[in-house]
Nanobody, 125 residues
Framework: QVQVVESGGGLVQAGGSLRLSCAVS????????MGWFRQAPGKEREFVAA????????YYADSVKGRFTISRDNAKNTVYLQMDSLKPEDTAVYYC??????????????????WGQGTQVTVSS
């Protein structure tokens, strides 16, 4: 059984930064492309960022390009999302996703094999 556990959410002022972490256990971590999605109240879950198994390919949603950085440490079975220059519209529950796919583009939510429980990010204006 794969477990995906996020941490690092919280409340931050606009312009501030947060770093989310996602720890994966139960399977070989580098078998999975990893990604982040988010869901704001009343909206559908949307893709944020993804990174391939060995980190060679990275994709971002246009809304976060230049502000967010995804990375992974396969020795620690952990993926990170560094979020800078945060805006109120970044407020959402952020979900970590694991997908046993050869990453060729943004992850699609219906392809995700395992989800974390989500962590709340709130950006105040």
């Amino acid at each position: 059984q794969v477990q995906v556990v996020e941490s690092g959410g919280g409340l931050v002022q606009a312009g501030g930064s947060l770093r989310l972490s996602c720890a994966v256990s139960g399977r070989t971590f580098d078998n999975y492309a990893m990604g982040w999605f988010r869901q704001a109240p009343g909206k559908e879950r949307e893709f944020v960022a993804a990174i391939s198994r060995l980190g060679g390919s990275i994709y971002y949603a246009d809304s976060v390009k230049g502000r967010f950085t995804i990375s992974r440490d396969n020795a620690k079975n952990t993926v990170y999302l560094q979020m800078d220059s945060l805006k109120p519209e970044d407020t959402a529950v952020y979900y970590c996703a694991a997908d046993a796919v050869r990453l060729r583009g943004p992850l699609r939510s219906y392809e995700v094999d395992y989800w974390g429980q989500g962590t709340q990010v709130t950006v105040s204006s």
